[in-house]
């Protein structure tokens, strides 16, 4: 059993089902107890020849009866127990998957999904365990254990003093050998760690050992990581049996103190009356010897314990820690109550650098957006465009008065209001492995089929849909269809457009798409947002040439602005880009549409 | 490299359908176990030797107890108690030692096997062609080296020891029970089938939900990792809650799964207590009426009850072993499959070493297509003579840097030829087509270690001097004098911790090294600063001195240097020649000048000397 911040009130919230276990638990084990002495009972009667059949009849009814109310009592201690463990394995997971939807861009680019899963899986199992068969060892330990040694003592107390010796050498023994069991755990846990990351550098760098012809090198090299794994699972293996054989052989002396000392406490007080206390009869020992056998599995279960306990902690302290993970994209306190946005945007002088970087990504950039302007932002990669855009989505803090949406700071503006206003398209067409439908739908819970195709038109990509093997019901993604670059861009562009945003934001969404393609969009767009904004980042000219205003960024700053023609008379960096451009079109003879 | 081929992601994982029986994969598994047959067999001696002494105790026991029994006790009743702890001592002596030497020797068997496997694994997937490798995620083929090899290994040292050892001990326990007293066991029998009847059915159950739990456990993984890659796009589109609902839901599922394997399991157990304790009540009753009458010792009577329980046990481990046994299976088929993929780049049988390498290289009407007749190359001819320096330019998509993947047989050409001094490439030893041909490739890999390891790539004959040589050459040493560890400096992250222009260098130096007769360069499309191009033009030009080389090129200065261009265009080759008279045909090559090459300048181009 662990506790800790973030689990302990699943001990509150689940205390009935874990009280009824640990009664059940208890009275099972109480239960248990009592068989032994009925047959050391039918043991003595046999041997002194007073056991009839009707005192035999009775015992072995007990007995039945017994067994039938261990039975019930076992199922429930595992209903309670083990499903309780089961509903906090639900719970964990729900609470990490909760977290991690509110955790910021900066943690995504520092801790990669791969790390992450683990949280759900290896550390959440450990965790579990702790709750289920943890809980148990340690009631069981507690109860049996306990009640099954204070019978012996009853029983023959000199007896089970002189057996205590014995256990407690085990217990000295386990400590002692259990740190030195758990040294070897972690040195082949490294080891396995080592093989893991030589391995996986070698794959990803594979094309570089075969650049070099390195394969025998790289191959000898992994032999002694390899064998670095074996001598480290031997030693702990060693380890580890040596301490199981030990806690044997000290088991077994006790059972031999037992049958040794035992036997003679009944062979000298053989003489002794039937009744006289201290008298050890033959009953007694047999019983005496089925208590100590109860005792064995939780004598054997601390150990158990132990480790598991460690490997529950380790694993709680890192899920903690995700779950201790700050939110740093939050409404603060003196967020101002909006609920719908105009769409009026102003870059007040807005410079950033993105967190734990000094490198300034954006400089002064002073640029205002009107409500229903389409705006068109164009500039070479990692000018800084997509930045722009992550900022005006709050994806990062800003400091004070940078963006202005409606007059109002954007940082004092509700996150849940400013997104809902921004339908995106991204650079990355992330599409989720569901369905066409769900795909584009995904941006409103009620949406009409009717809805879903329309927009689909509109972003020219119906007519493929429609060739798809279930048309809108093909599952899309890593689980099915391979959907082309072009593909994944129109229907990104299809979710964007269905949420009729106050504000359309299209990061380079037209790269894919041909020109002609390009048009047709483009044209159905200026019909749907007529009166609305929209931003347009594009590398190429004809995307945005017919846009409001243009802004021309060049190393994070705005280095001209204004209208296309304004642009081609001032600019002479535009011109440049205007020209290269009708070039490119020329030699490459329009990119098409990979299908 | 091959971004085409990356669409053909396949996730080999998610939908495990089992192809291989568990008779295939137990046949592989074998011969893997063959060489230590005799150390198996050995464990297996011990372990029945084991289980025979573990059936001795009981029988002690009951000795002392029969001997307690008796209707005379005297001294040699204590005498004889006194012997029987012996005898009970003496066998604790031996089972320890043999329980210590049989665990060890089977486990240090099982590594050995493991520790083979493993090696297999790698060896076979360092084999493999670059095409292959980008099928496939990095991430599952370090598993199969890793983890699958692991989860094998369970099944050698506790699934089949278990197996043997419970089975033995319910035969070894049967006979024993047989032989001391026929009756009681013929009603113990009663329960057998009723065990049996019981296990079969739980193991039905057991078999079903979990393979219900194993597809809802890798259902919320595929979302868990395809929700946190995208959890960009949840957040922009404010559907933390409607996806928290999706996940809470797939949960839930997984839940009910699990559930219902714990509601089985905590029928199964009990239920298995129960005709344990019908087969206790039954040994009591008859037990104890013929004990009564003299028929039955006592202590044997006692000895039964300690004998039931040692029989029912193994029966529901039995039952129970069958989690471990279908991970195994699993992992076994994957190692297997990876095993059994053929490399598809391979050595003709009457392959040659190269020698003296002049360099010349000759593509022939060469067609080439990553996936079946989508070409991106289209008969390219061309011919860099020995020493001469070619540059290949074009639009993205071009087909620039395949026609370098294809110089060191990368991959197989459809048709055509290519020729390294007149000799097909397919009649070459890869590995000494390989070594001859320094590649530099666009985005530079480097290794966990140092400046100096990466330089030295493994090269142990070398000496210091060599490596600070090569990295003088091409003026490498400028930036790593400037770093605190100099050449002992550590490369972290794949190299992310020094610039774009710096990891060229480095590649640069670590290619001179190997003394290549022919370099391919594939020029590094990123931002680098003004002071390291510069150095890196200067030592590209030395570079061009030391054999032929081909460049995909970006940079005007690059082109200006080299002896021949050649522009590509969809695959083709349209225009060939030196820079001067490119520009006279004002043609492609004029316009991509103008277009890329031109930045710098922003002149216009008659302004250029021709």
Known sequence: ?595 | MANKVKNDYIDIDSVRLRKMSDGQIIKRLFIYVKPFIKQLIFAIIMVLLLVGLDILAPLLFAEVINQLSADQINEQTFTNIIIIVGIYFLTMIVSAILSYKQTMLLQKTGQKIIFKIREDTFNHIETLSTAQFNKVPVGKLVTRVTSDTNTLNSLYTDVIVNLFRNSLTIVAVFFTMLFLDIELTAYICIVVPFVFIASFVFRKYARLVYRRIRYHISGINAFLSEHLSGMRIIQIFNRETFKLNQFKQKNNDLYKSNYFQTFINAIYRPLMYFLYAIALVLVLWIGGKKAMVGALEIGILFAFTDYIRRFFNPIEDLAEQFDVLQSSFISGERIFEILDTLPEIVNAPDAIELTEVKGEIEFRNVWFAYLGEDWILKDVSFIVKSKQTMAFVGATGSGKTTIMSLIVRNYDIQKGEILVDGINIKKIKIESLRSKVGQMLQDVFLFSGTVESNIRMGNDSLVESDIIEAAKYVNADRFIERLPEKYQELVRERGNNFSAGERQLLSFARTVLRKPSIMILDEATANIDTETEELIQESLKKMMNIGTMIIVAHRLSTIQHVNNIAVMQKGKIVEIGNHQHLLKLKGLYYNLYQLQYDKATRKEVKEINI
């Not at chain 1, 977290?99 to 990669?112: A, D, F, P, V």
């Not at chain 1, 755990?185 to 030589?198: G, V």
């Not at chain 1, 004092?412 to 921004?422: C, F, G, S, V, W």
């Open chain 1, 1 to 595: 059993m662990i506790f800790g911040k973030h689990i302990n009130h699943f001990y509150w919230k689940y205390a009935l089902s874990f009280l009824l276990g640990i009664v059940a638990l208890a009275i099972v084990d109480y239960l248990q107890l009592i068989i032994p002495d009925i047959i050391g009972g039918i043991i003595d009667g046999v041997e002194t020849n007073t056991l009839t059949d009707e005192i035999l009849l009775e015992f072995v009814f007990r007995v039945l009866l017994l067994a039938v109310a261990i039975v019930i009592g076992r199922f429930l201690w595992r209903i309670f127990i083990f499903g309780v463990s089961r509903k906090i394995d639900r719970d964990l997971r729900n609470d990490l998957f909760a977290h991690s939807e509110k955790l910021s861009e900066r943690y995504y680019q520092e801790n990669k999904t791969g790390g992450l899963m683990a949280y759900f899986t290896n550390d959440l199992e450990a965790v579990r365990q702790s709750f289920a068969i943890g809980t148990i060892m340690v009631f069981d330990v507690l109860f049996l254990g306990g009640l099954a040694f204070y019978k012996m003592f009853l029983l023959d107390w000199g007896l089970t003093l002189i057996a205590t010796i014995p256990l407690i050498m085990i217990s000295l023994f386990a400590a002692f050998i259990g740190r030195i069991t758990r040294k070897k755990f972690k040195a082949r846990q490294q080891a396995f760690e080592n093989m893991s990351d030589f391995t996986q550098e070698n794959f990803y760098g594979i094309g570089v050992i075969k650049a070099f012809v390195n394969e025998v090198k790289e191959i000898r090299s992994f032999k002694v990581i390899n064998a670095d794994n074996y001598d480290k699972n031997v030693a702990f293996i060693k380890a580890a049996t040596m301490m199981h054989v030990a806690i044997e052989v000290f088991i077994t002396l006790i059972r031999i103190i037992i049958i040794g000392i035992g036997g003679y406490l009944v062979y000298k007080t053989v003489g002794l009356a039937d009744g006289d206390p201290n008298r050890f009869s033959v009953g007694q020992l047999a019983t005496y010897i089925s208590y100590f056998a109860t005792m064995v599995w939780p004598m054997m279960a601390i150990g158990r314990l132990i480790n598991l306990r460690s490997q529950a902690k380790a694993s709680m302290d890192r899920l903690g820690a995700f779950l201790d993970q700050e939110v740093e994209i939050v409404d603060g306190e003196d967020t101002i109550k909006v609920t719908h946005v105009e769409g009026n945007i102003v870059f007040n002088n807005l410079s950033f650098s993105y967190p734990g970087s000094r490198d300034e990504v954006l400089k002064n950039i002073n640029f205002s957006i009107k409500k229903g302007e389409t705006v068109g932002i164009i500039g070479r990669t990692g000018s800084g465009k997509t930045t722009l855009v992550d900022l005006l989505l709050r994806l990062y803090n800003l400091k004070e008065n940078q963006i202005l949406v409606d007059g109002n700071d954007i940082m004092k503006l509700p996150i849940k209001t400013i997104r809902e206003a921004i339908g995106y398209v991204p650079q990355d067409n992330f599409i989720f492995s569901d369905s066409v439908k769900n795909n584009i739908a995904f941006a409103k819970d009620e949406v009409s089929f009717n809805q879903i195709v329309d927009m689909a038109e509109k972003s020219d990509v119906a007519e493929n849909i429609d060739q798809f093997p279930e048309k809108y019901e093909t599952i899309v993604g890593e689980r099915g269809v391979t959907l082309s670059g072009g593909q994944k861009q129109r229907i990104s562009i299809a979710r964007a457009l269905l949420k009729d945003p106050e504000i359309l934001i299209m990061d380079d969404s037209f790269s894919a798409v041909d020109t002609k393609t390009e048009e047709s969009i483009l044209s159905s767009i200026k019909e749907l947002r007529k009166d609305r904004t929209t931003i347009i980042i594009a590398h190429r000219i004809s995307t945005i040439k017919d846009a409001d205003k243009i802004a021309l960024i060049e190393d994070g700053a705005i280095v001209a602005s204004g209208t296309h023609d304004e642009l081609m008379k001032q600019s002479p960096l535009y011109n440049d880009m205007v020209l290269r451009q009708q070039l490119e079109e020329a030699i490459e003879g329009g990119v098409t549409d990979g299908e």
